[in-house]
Antibody, heavy 116, light 107 residues
Framework: EVQLVQSGAEVKKPGESLKISCKGS????????IAWVRQMPGKGLEWMGI????????RYSPSFQGQVTISADTSISTASLQWSSLKASDTAMYYC?????????WGQGTTVTVSS | DIQMTQSPSSLSASVGDRVTITCRAS??????LAWYQQKPGKVPKLLIY???SLQSGVPSRFSGSGSGTDFTLTISSLQPEDVATYYC?????????FGQGTKVEIK
């Protein structure tokens, strides 16, 4: 079964760093783009960026460029999204998803809560 | 950047009604468009890709059409389980912007 499994919920303080992960299985992880999508509470979907694990080619939405870092490690079939200094406005659900003709496989989501 | 505008932002229809949601791109995107369904508290689900290709396992009452700048998602006969928010997304080039969503309810 093709699936993406994300790391668990996080509660952090403003200014802290964080890295969340997305592990692929059941397919050739290196050969499919992985996207990250943010959904703030009660709001719509926002495309953050995308990475091709095979060569680490990465594209960011202008809204998220410089705010987050997307990476991938093919040896463990895992993509990651990280922040160096969280803000309260980063509180949201974060999804990873595979590009296979649209985003055809989604992770279960990781809730990030940033509060002092 | 190309903007994606969905209309309407919400709609209410009766079971069995034909429902149409529109997505307009500010510039041409060929057929690089997908539609997603997100039920409350759930993970988004791909319905349509390449503007008109039905994702495997999606009921045939869902269909997509369009090319260039104007696209449509149609539910031929609305069912209670179709209550959800629907999003379009372009993917011809980065950024792969989503539309703002259309909330579908049962009247």
């Amino acid at each position: 079964e093709v699936q993406l499994v994300q790391s668990g919920a996080e509660v952090k303080k403003p200014g802290e760093s964080l890295k969340i992960s997305c592990k692929g299985s059941g397919y050739s992880f290196s050969n499919y783009w992985i996207a990250w999508v943010r959904q703030m509470p009660g709001k719509g979907l926002e495309w953050m960026g995308i990475i091709y694990p095979g060569d680490s080619d990465t594209r960011y939405s202008p809204s998220f460029q410089g705010q987050v870092t997307i990476s991938a490690d093919t040896s463990i079939s895992t993509a990651s999204l990280q922040w160096s200094s969280l803000k309260a406005s980063d509180t949201a659900m974060y999804y990873c998803a595979r590009l296979g003709g649209g985003l055809d496989v989604w992770g279960q989501g990781t809730t990030v809560t940033v509060s002092s | 950047d190309i903007q994606m505008t969905q209309s309407p932002s919400s709609l209410s229809a009766s079971v069995g009604d034909r429902v149409t949601i529109t997505c307009r791109a500010s510039q041409g995107i060929s057929n690089s468009l997908a539609w997603y369904q997100q039920k409350p508290g759930k993970v988004p689900k791909l319905l349509i890709y390449d503007a008109s290709s039905l994702q495997s396992g999606v009921p045939s009452r869902f269909s997509g059409s369009g090319s260039g700048t104007d696209f449509t998602l149609t539910i031929s006969s609305l069912q209670p389980e179709d209550v959800a928010t629907y999003y379009c997304q372009k993917y011809n080039s980065a950024p792969w912007t989503f539309g703002q969503g259309t909330k579908v309810e049962i009247k």
